[in-house]
Nanobody
Framework: QVQLQESVPGLVKPSQTLSLTCTAFGGSNITSYYAWSWFRQAPGKERDFLAAILWSGTTYYADSVKGRFTITRDTAKNTVYLQMNSLKPEDTAVYYC????????????????WGQGTQVTVSS
């Protein structure tokens, strides 16, 4: 059973940077064998795909964050990161990391393993 542990909540001002971490427990080098993604969910809205990194190292991004967010991984630490630059108030949401072992999908319904979610607030 894979368990995902996310970093603590963050409060930043607009244009600032924040990095999220997601550490996987339940096996060695598991980040090498799954597709890992970040999603976010604002109040009253659906859970939206942000970025993914596949077992091959290939990355995907939503248009809304392309060029501002970067997903990376450290397989030795079983950890996936989301570097968020030039943050905007509309980036305020609960951020989730997730993992899947099948064909890559941007749909949250395809993911079996989820972190607990961490609040990111962008406000002046």
């Amino acid at each position: 059973q894979v368990q995902l542990q996310e970093s603590v909540p963050g409060l930043v001002k607009p244009s600032q940077t924040l990095s999220l971490t997601c550490t996987a427990f339940g096996g060695s080098n598991i980040t090498s064998y799954y597709a890992w993604s970040w999603f976010r969910q604002a109040p009253g809205k659906e859970r939206d795909f942000l970025a993914a990194i596949l077992w091959s190292g290939t990355t995907y991004y939503a248009d809304s964050v392309k060029g501002r967010f970067t997903i990376t991984r450290d397989t030795a630490k079983n950890t996936v990161y989301l570097q968020m630059n030039s943050l905007k108030p509309e980036d305020t949401a609960v951020y989730y990391c997730a993992a899947q072992s099948g064909v890559f999908s941007r749909s949250a319904r395809s993911y079996v393993y989820w972190g607990q979610g961490t609040q990111v607030t962008v406000s002046s």
